[in-house]
């Protein structure tokens, strides 16, 4: 499972570039096409109980929260959902809960809490949906933030930031005079990525990467004291894409980071955005020249290959790329403001995941866009998830299983 970050947006990447954007890839002969025909599932207990999806593994497994109405106020329950059937997770006996990530061992993290203390416990659920309690008290600040298919789970623990594995966890040192603060997110080797605020939550951000044995803090190639540095994708060769700016707004670089070395990123005839990063070093991202916005993936090589606008095409108009997996499918949140779709790009083809019955619209998954850390909404397998809106104005986690694959 590969692992994304997404993070406040404190600024706009612009880069002065030359060239013509490079012209979409051109569409297969239909004979040539995958057969695909997707069906969106809801994934909800009732219309009445809002549900967010968190996580999805490469078996096709869900993990998220609903939110039950209990006499007299409404709580938050974990879910794993498992070849459509929504099951809620013991919490252990506490009163409310959240899962956050599940693993391709069917392991779920997350948390649960307690009335009045309202503390978090980090929990790990087991394959058959045992829970085990993480931290020792409920003193300071726990959170769960992501989990690999080893069993390394990346928590907080009782306010120290670091990596639980096998009943043992492991401090990751914060820099002398900073504070981590979310978000943060792991690959498979146990590597893992976040940020910490290095002017006293006034706007400076930085971003650090643990590599097991060291933490490696990546500053930013402006060179302005007040430069931030906000990575948004880990892949499990350790590679890092992001981005730069300045708290001024000054004009800032996108660029990969791998073993202390980072390299500006640009493109053609336009400003390149990094969205996400695949384990072959390709790069799923926008480049935008003036109100047109291409999405694109940018391979090992430097070249561009250009996806197209998916319809967005204006300023009425909006295409996002939300995640590229190891396959080359991307998913993509695209069309005309309040009317826009859900597309899974594959094999030179844009395809629709259409609405289940019954939703009205459907919006980009929870965290996506530069507002929180997720894990990825689109398995190896092609399957992906986002949130609906059902007509009763309520929101339910939509899901799509595996369609054909590419040819």
Not at 211 to 238: C, E, K, M, Q
Not at 356 to 373: D, E, F, K
Request: charge should be neutral; include cysteine; proline fraction near 8%.
């Amino acid at each position: 499972m590969r692992r994304r970050l997404a993070c406040v947006l404190i600024g706009t990447t612009v880069l002065a570039l030359s060239g013509p954007v490079p012209a979409a890839s051109a569409a297969r002969p239909a004979a040539e096409l995958p057969s695909c025909s997707p069906t969106g599932l809801d994934v909800g207990r009732s219309p009445t109980e809002p549900s967010w999806i968190r996580d999805l593994n490469d078996r096709g497994e869900l993990v998220g929260t609903v939110n039950r109405w209990i006499p007299t106020s409404h709580r938050e329950q974990p879910f794993v959902w498992r070849k459509g059937v929504l099951t809620l997770l013991d919490k252990g006996g506490w009163t409310y809960g959240e899962a956050v990530a599940i693993n391709n061992r069917g392991q779920v993290l997350g948390t649960g809490r307690t009335e009045p203390l309202r503390v978090d416990n980090v929990i790990l659920w087991d394959a058959q949906g045992n829970p085990t309690k993480l931290n020792a008290t409920e003193d300071g600040d726990s959170r769960a933030y992501d989990l690999n298919d080893r069993g390394d789970a990346l928590v907080r623990l009782e306010n120290s930031l670091g990596i639980w594995r096998a009943g043992r966890f492991t401090p990751i040192p914060e820099p002398e005079g900073r504070r981590f603060t979310e978000p943060a997110t792991l690959n498979e080797r146990g590597w893992a990525v976040g940020r910490s605020d290095l002017d006293e939550g006034h706007g400076r951000i930085d971003t650090w990467v643990w590599d097991g044995t060291r933490r490696w803090d990546i500053t930013s190639p402006l060179g302005g004291s007040h430069d931030s540095t906000v990575a948004t994708a880990l892949n499990v060769r350790g590679q890092v894409v992001g981005y730069s700016v300045t708290v001024e707004g000054n004009p800032g670089v996108s660029w990969l980071w791998q073993r202390g070395r980072l390299t500006k990123l640009t493109a053609p005839g336009g400003d390149f955005s990094p969205v996400d990063l695949d384990d072959h070093g390709r790069i799923l991202g926008t480049v935008t020249s003036g109100t047109s916005r291409h999405v694109v993936i940018r391979e090992p090589s430097g070249r561009f290959r250009n996806l197209g606008t998916f319809g967005a095409n204006g300023p009425d108009s909006e295409v996002t790329p939300i995640a590229l997996n190891n396959r080359g499918q991307v998913l993509v949140y695209a069309g005309p403001i309040g009317q826009q779709k859900v597309w899974l790009w594959q094999a030179g083809r844009a395809i629709e995941l259409p609405s289940p019955s019954g939703h009205q619209r459907l919006s980009i998954p929870p965290g996506t866009s530069y507002v929180l850390a997720i894990p990825d909404p689109l398995n190896e397998r092609g399957e992906a998830y986002t949130q609906g809106t059902l007509t009763n104005y309520q929101t339910h986690g939509v899901f799509w299983p595996r369609c054909a694959n590419p040819r």
